[in-house]
């Protein structure tokens, strides 16, 4: 990114690295046909993003209707970290999808196997101001804004129908956004 840094500038960068004990593994073997989506808002873009966002504002801090505070503010809102709310219900989950790059579809399909697809219902979660800024302002297509942006889910988990309204009881932010369907082929996310 030669336009972001100048000669002799460094990027600091911050992550989490986990240790789970082999038989705790949450892979999504185990996730079937009538299992429940339920979907944690993001805080913001998290981590991705930005290149485009970059594209369609450019630099600045101005402020824009709808937005809490100025434009910088909405893009540098940091990244949630969602461990402590889902340690108590690691147990009732099947799946975890982080939705980083290459939004909803590049990400929910990765926890399911072959023969399954994941139905997400539109406007079952809001989606924050800064990802409508962001589409009408560089007239960015609905498609390209899933596939780039995780549209204010950061993370989608997987669970047996019986057991969702005990991880929503845990969960009180989650939101049901969809199910798990029996398909052909390559697992895939659909968003209708």
Not at 13 to 38: C, H, K, M, N, P
Not at 114 to 125: D, H, K, N, V
Not at 128 to 146: D, N
Request: aromatic share 6%; charged share 20%; with cysteine.
């Amino acid at each position: 990114m030669p336009d972001v840094y100048g000669q002799g500038d460094f990027d600091l960068v911050g992550f989490i690295v986990g240790v789970v004990e082999r038989g705790q593994i949450i892979d999504g073997s185990t996730i079937r046909a009538g299992d429940v989506l339920l979907g944690l808002p993001s805080s913001g873009l998290h981590t991705n993003g930005y290149s485009l966002a970059r594209k369609v504002f450019g630099v600045g801090l101005r402020s824009y209707p709808g937005l809490e505070g100025t434009l910088g503010e909405a893009l540098l809102a940091p990244h949630r970290c969602y461990y402590n709310e889902l340690k108590p219900v690691l147990g009732r989950l099947k799946g975890i999808a982080h939705i980083t790059g290459g939004g909803i579809p590049g990400n929910l399909p990765r926890i399911l196997r072959e023969g399954l697809a994941a139905r997400l219902r539109r406007g079952s979660w809001p989606v924050p101001p800064i990802f409508r800024l962001i589409q009408e302002r560089g007239k960015v297509a609905e498609e390209e804004m899933y596939r780039t942006f995780n549209m204010g889910l950061g993370l989608i988990v997987a669970c047996a129908p019986e057991d969702a309204e005990a991880v929503r009881a845990q969960l009180p932010e989650a939101l049901a956004v969809g199910e798990v369907i029996a398909q052909k082929g390559e697992p895939r996310a659909v968003i209708a």
